[in-house]
């Protein structure tokens, strides 16, 4: 079950929007849940949809469409490096390549102790400042060469 502060953030999202039209806040109400838990189980994916009113399958269609919704638990830093075909002419694959090789895991995988999950991201608006990364779904580093790469690894740890 959600804490009550979250769900009085989803009563804000939901109060944005026609009483009749409450699942319009169902990708916030999944980031504030992921944000509270940690990741979107299926019993907090079920949680949303109860609040919500909507079907669970609903609510993990949506869950499961977007890559910063965390279906299964993610490290304490989630580098999202941008593969598309921008970045990935700019050096996205090399430094995804590059990250690889310093944290030792693939994408889709946590570090042992827990720290790291590498994942591929789709295009994030940003293609001018490939190549791109996302760290936790709020920060947008940008011309991530492995010097900055090292950097950003740096004030991680």
Known sequence: MLSQESLK???????KYPAEQKQSAVMAA??????????????TIDDVAAYLGMPPVA????A????MYDLAPVGKYKITVCTNLPCALSGGVHAADYLK?????????????GKFTL??????GACGDAPVMLVNN???CSFMQ?????RLLGECK
């Open 146 to 150: 492995p010097e900055q790469i090292d």
């Open 64 to 67: 499961s469409f977007y890559n």
């Open 138 to 140: 709020v920060r947008m």
């Open 9 to 15: 953030q989803i009563d804000r999202e939901v109060a």
């Open 101 to 113: 090789q310093k944290l030792g895991v693939g994408f889709n995988e946590t570090t042992a102790d």
């Open 59 to 62: 609510v993990y269609e949506v």
């Open 119 to 124: 994942k591929e991201g789709e295009c994030m």
């Open 30 to 43: 999944l980031a504030i849940a992921q944000t509270e838990k940690g990741w979107l189980s299926t019993e």
